[in-house]
């Protein structure tokens, strides 16, 4: 190792080791969480190990109170999985289909052209051929190691029969709420630091996490669009199976260390700028696209590991009202979407409630988001209005009425299956409009 880096200019080498832990962030990021999530042992590469649920709480993102949310793992080094998926015509879920590279590679879900059963095959690089699955979906898996992550339209809680059945046909050993962990199941935290993935990673060492890249790439190869930047990785040692070891040199492993946090510095600092735009008070984030752009996937591993692709869910944030003034619990709010200006999707709509923390506050009626799976009140125009008030807005209109606690507070409107007209643009939300204190 001291004769790689010894071979480079001091502002090459930083440079070359720069990029090359951004390239391997992601990779490296997932196998943090999946320790994590599955307690697996280094040892312990068998599907068992492999294939234990674990919940995702709110501190890896705002609660989610529509869907109940599971996870697993899966090892394709012996083998592909057969999975036999039950359809549901009538409750949104989706199982997002995701490589050790963060890339998501497929979303099986509750379309309403597919309301019957999904036979699923996914075949990893070094598995025999899934030839002869007639009438199955083959996912051909880059990596050895896939993260199923499901979402299911939260009804009557994780025992109802929808969550029973996919418990049954996918390796996800829990379903939960996003903030109410199951007992005796692992989270995506360290129990006893508390640290997230991000966190862990982040304290992580240089030499640790070039050492842990090589080894992982053996089995979750890089793609044949990263030759040039491996070639140039090669020339410090860096690369599918090849031996890094700093700590032996406190010159070069202090070196390294540092060059792997200011290139974390960078990605975070990346992270920050935002991408997306502003429509009618409304903010939507936008995914920066990343192929072939290893900080934009980098940056995507950062702020949303595991989010949902567009096609799936679509989310706006509103923060404040039609005048641009912060929205606050001590006035009276009202969200009107026109005649034939419904969100309009294939699954169903939300809008949540949010205080200045991100999280979801209890309130009377128990009530922290308006769906359209509730019945709502039509006005005889067609218009559907929430109104987002502390005190109900009378009887005639308690249906439509959203709680609003005594904070600042922010709303999320998500779409689950959005038509094209939203995924284009062309639908856009209409701005909460303050009606007074």
Known sequence: MRTLLAGLETEEAHEIICQAYTFGYPLVLMDVARRLMTDARPAAHDDASLANGATMSSRTRPLNPDVLSGVGWLELLREPHLFSI???????????????????????????SSSGHHH?????????SANGQRGRLVVSSPT???????????????????????????????????????DNIATAYDIETGQSPHERLAHMD???????????????????ADVE????????????????????????????????????????????????????????????AHEADYMSRAVTALAGLGAPSADETISFRADVD?????????????????????????????VAMYNSRDAIVDNPIDRHAISSRRELIVARDGSITIYIQQTSPGPARDSNWLPIPHDHVHLILRLYW??????????TPPPVVRLGS
């Open 86 to 112: 039950p359809g549901s015509a009538d409750r949104f879920y989706a199982i997002q289909v995701i490589d050790a590279w963060s890339n998501v590679l497929t979303s099986i879900g509750s379309r309403p």
């Open 120 to 128: 699923l095959t996914i075949v990893g690089p070094r598995s025999s």
């Open 229 to 288: 930047a491996l070639t140039l990785f090669s020339a410090i040692g860096i690369g599918p199976g090849l031996p890094f070891d700093v700590k032996g040199d406190t010159v070069v492993s202090k070196r390294v260390d540092a060059s792997a946090h200011t290139a974390l510095a960078r990605i975070v600092v990346e992270a920050q700028r935002p991408s997306g735009y502003f429509v009618n008070g409304w903010w939507r984030s936008v995914r920066r």
């Open 418 to 427: 959005p038509r094209e007209d939203v995924l284009t643009g062309s639908w």
């Open 322 to 350: 039609h005048d641009g003034e912060p929205l606050w619990g001590r006035h009276r709010y009202v969200l009107r979407f026109p005649p034939r200006q419904l969100p309009p999707v294939r699954g169903f709509w939300s």
């Open 144 to 182: 050895s190691v896939i993260w199923l992550l499901g979402r299911v339209e939260h009804a009557d809680g994780p025992d109802d029969a929808v969550v029973r059945d996919l418990k049954d046909a996918l390796p996800i050993a829990s379903w939960s709420l996003d903030d109410r962990p199951l």
């Open 206 to 224: 240089g030499g640790e996490f070039f050492a842990r890249l090589n080894a992982l790439m053996v089995d979750n190869p890089p793609s044949a």
